[in-house]
């Protein structure tokens, strides 16, 4: 995954997630449900943003890496 979602891009996947985060917060409390709606909301931004910096080989440099490990 090379491409990095835009602002908008990245708030309609939330808001196509936000059926299930309602749902999810019936089995809380009323008071509570708008904080942890946001929170949830956070996080999964927090979330993303992590997976997107995190630099992983792609498969031809992994076996590069793997066959001169199984040489040593």
């Not at 942890?36 to 498969?59: G, R, T």
Request: no cysteine; glycine share 0%.
């Amino acid at each position: 995954m090379d491409k990095k979602l835009t602002k908008e891009e990245l708030m309609n996947l939330i808001d196509s997630l936000n059926p299930k985060i309602k749902k999810s917060l019936k089995n809380t409390d009323y008071q509570d449900r708008n904080d942890l709606e946001q929170e949830i909301k956070l996080k999964i931004i927090e979330s993303y943003e992590k997976i997107v910096s995190i630099e992983a080989p792609n498969f031809e440099e992994f076996l590069a890496e793997f066959l001169t490990k199984q040489k040593q």
